[in-house]
């Protein structure tokens, strides 16, 4: 198998014998392995006839569609450094990650065209589609082995987002945890391909596994999932936690739901309520994983096995875990500290595309920042972010735990918790609440009542510094767009709430 991510799928998929079988249904339309394939090599062509030089990083500000797939494919083909955008983000945050990437080429969708025009340090070629599929096929494949092929922005959950690059070498013949699709499967991924787990959930599993998968350009919302499920008669589902939590409110959820074979999420933490609402629904058919854009999956495992919602599962067959303290000592089982894990590779973020490449670590203890314990079974629960913790009266507070018991309240959809510094100046949890939409019986109006109802309950199981000191109400917690909450925009917010 040859070390170029396309020439290993191309020959994978040729030698399955998948050529004319169907891998993507997009806007209303099937491609085949052999399509999608003839697609890339186009794109390849495109490239170079664009002037693109083997190395250059071609940012790809395209919805999930047959059309990412190519130009993904095409760009690995050709021996460039691929860098997948959200196209759904504000103007300033698109022209700041072009701004970092530093691209050669930026390729644009039809509703991202004239957004970029001004973006970047320099003015930068933009091209849509057309144009780069207009000539004849491209056999020849550049990018192998040690050379970056593909570039991911971090979450930016607490600061700027930093650039990831990964090499050919770190996709070739890797098989991703939650990759456990099969031939005849059906495949959704809200997780949209430019976050490492959407891009292998939709384009690595079907390219690798044979299955279908259903692309959708617009980002789906619950509703849409709902109707796409049924519509395409999904089998397997990848998505984050707030995502199903809001799929459970929808009309016929238990019908597609029950179809599946396989429900995967990730991307943020399962839980203790939605953990309790899925399991009686999916039993093990749901899957639960953990991992980080730096260094790809951790641990994974089925919730219907463990009986605490901190289980994830046991880390991956090739990554060791350990949990140390603040002095690096490791810990026993079951304590408390940082999680690390021994990693074959680990990206390095960095600020600048055009900073040395590839910048990754091999065969390294990574620190993931995360509070997390491993028990006597070698599972491993995750608690929360070490720079998620609020001091409060002198006394660390994980907002993870609060937000769990808040969460259990069955009129709470989901909630977060933070340190909000009071005008007498001493400091306090604030909770930020989003609650059960209102049926139409009204029970769900009397937000007094029910802020009375979650201090209680918090005042019967926490200490007291761990209790919030007043609720805010909100429409839906701030994420970022693979659904993890950003703490810190609540906390900049705090003062307006005050």
């Known amino acids: 198998m040859s070390e170029n991510i396309t020439q290993h799928l191309a020959e994978h998929a040729r030698d399955q014998g998948w050529s004319d079988r169907v891998a993507f249904l997009a806007d209303d339309r099937t491609w085949t392995f052999n399509q999608v394939f003839e697609g890339a090599a186009r794109v390849a062509s495109g490239y170079r006839a664009a002037g693109l030089r083997h190395g250059d990083r071609v940012l790809l500000a395209l919805p999930d569609s047959v059309e990412m797939v190519w130009c993904?494919?095409?760009?690995?083909?050709?021996?460039?450094?691929a860098v997948p955008v959200n196209v759904q983000m504000s103007r300033e945050d698109l022209t700041r990650d072009v701004a970092t990437a530093e691209p050669a080429l930026i390729v644009v969708d039809p509703d991202t065209a004239g957004w970029l025009d001004t973006a970047g340090p320099a003015p930068t070629p933009i091209t849509g589609i057309e144009p780069l599929v207009a000539g004849e096929p491209d056999t020849r494949f550049a990018g192998?082995?040690?050379?970056?092929?593909?570039?991911?922005?971090?979450?930016?959950?607490?600061?700027?987002?930093?650039?990831?690059?990964?090499?050919?070498?770190?996709?070739?013949?890797?098989?991703?945890?939650?990759?456990?699709?099969?031939?005849?499967?059906?495949?959704?991924?809200?997780?949209?391909?430019?976050?490492?787990?959407?891009?292998?959930?939709?384009?690595?599993?079907?390219?690798?596994?044979?299955?279908?998968?259903?692309?959708?350009?617009?980002?789906?919302?619950?509703?849409?999932?709902?109707?796409?499920?049924?519509?395409?008669?999904?089998?397997?589902?990848?998505?984050?936690?707030?995502?199903?939590?809001?799929?459970?409110?929808?009309?016929?959820?238990?019908?597609?739901?029950?179809?599946?074979?396989?429900?995967?999420?990730?991307?943020?933490?399962?839980?203790?309520?939605?953990?309790?609402?899925?399991?009686?629904?999916?039993?093990?058919?749901?899957?639960?994983?953990?991992?980080?854009?730096?260094?790809?999956?951790?641990?994974?495992?089925r919730p219907a096995a463990y009986s605490l919602p901190s289980a994830v599962g046991p880390a991956l067959a090739d990554r060791p875990v350990r949990v140390v303290?603040?002095?690096?000592?490791?810990?026993?089982?079951?304590?408390?500290?940082?999680?690390?894990?021994?990693?074959?590779?680990?990206?390095?973020?960095?600020?600048?595309?055009?900073?040395?490449?590839?910048?990754?670590?091999?065969?390294?203890?990574?620190?993931?920042?995360?509070?997390?314990?491993?028990?006597?079974?070698?599972?491993?629960?995750?608690?929360?972010?070490?720079?998620?913790?609020?001091?409060?009266?002198?006394?660390?507070?994980?907002?993870g735990e609060v937000e769990r018991l808040l969460e259990s309240h069955p009129r709470v959809l989901e909630a977060a918790v933070s340190a909000v510094r009071r005008p007498t100046g001493d400091t306090s949890l604030r909770a930020y609440v989003v609650a059960v939409p209102d049926t139409g019986s009204g029970e769900n109006?009397?937000?007094?009542?029910?802020?009375?109802?979650?201090?209680?309950?918090?005042?019967?199981?926490?200490?007291?510094?761990?209790?919030?000191?007043?609720?805010?109400?909100?429409?839906?917690?701030?994420?970022?767009?693979?659904?993890?909450?950003?703490?810190?925009?609540l906390r900049a917010d705090g003062d307006q709430f005050a």
């Open 72 to 81: 993904l494919l095409g760009a690995w083909q050709a021996g460039l450094v």
């Open 144 to 301: 192998h082995g040690e050379e970056p092929a593909l570039a991911f922005f971090t979450s930016g959950t607490t600061g700027a987002p930093k650039l990831c690059f990964f090499l050919h070498n770190n996709f070739v013949g890797v098989r991703a945890p939650y990759r456990v699709a099969e031939p005849g499967a059906v495949g959704l991924s809200v997780s949209r391909m430019y976050f490492l787990g959407g891009l292998s959930a939709t384009l690595f599993t079907t390219l690798e596994t044979g299955q279908i998968a259903v692309l959708s350009r617009p980002r789906a919302t619950p509703a849409t999932a709902v109707e796409l499920m049924r519509r395409h008669q999904v089998t397997a589902l990848f998505a984050q936690p707030s995502f199903l939590a809001r799929l459970l409110l929808e009309p016929g959820h238990a019908e597609v739901l029950g179809r599946l074979r396989l429900a995967t999420c990730a991307g943020e933490v399962l839980s203790a309520r939605l953990r309790e609402q899925l399991v009686p629904i999916l039993g093990d058919r749901l899957v639960n994983g953990y991992g980080a854009t730096e260094i790809g999956g951790i641990a994974s495992g």
């Open 325 to 399: 303290d603040a002095d690096g000592h490791v810990l026993p089982a079951g304590r408390r500290g940082e999680l690390h894990v021994r990693v074959p590779f680990a990206a390095r973020g960095v600020a600048r595309g055009s900073s040395v490449v590839p910048h990754q670590l091999t065969d390294t203890w990574w620190p993931t920042g995360d509070l997390a314990s491993v028990d006597e079974d070698a599972v491993v629960h995750v608690h929360g972010r070490l720079d998620d913790v609020e001091v409060i009266g002198g006394q660390n507070v994980v907002p």
């Open 445 to 489: 109006t009397d937000t007094d009542a029910l802020a009375a109802e979650l201090t209680d309950l918090a005042r019967s199981r926490l200490s007291w510094y761990k209790v919030p000191h007043d609720v805010v109400w909100l429409d839906a917690l701030p994420r970022n767009g693979n659904g993890k909450v950003l703490r810190r925009r």
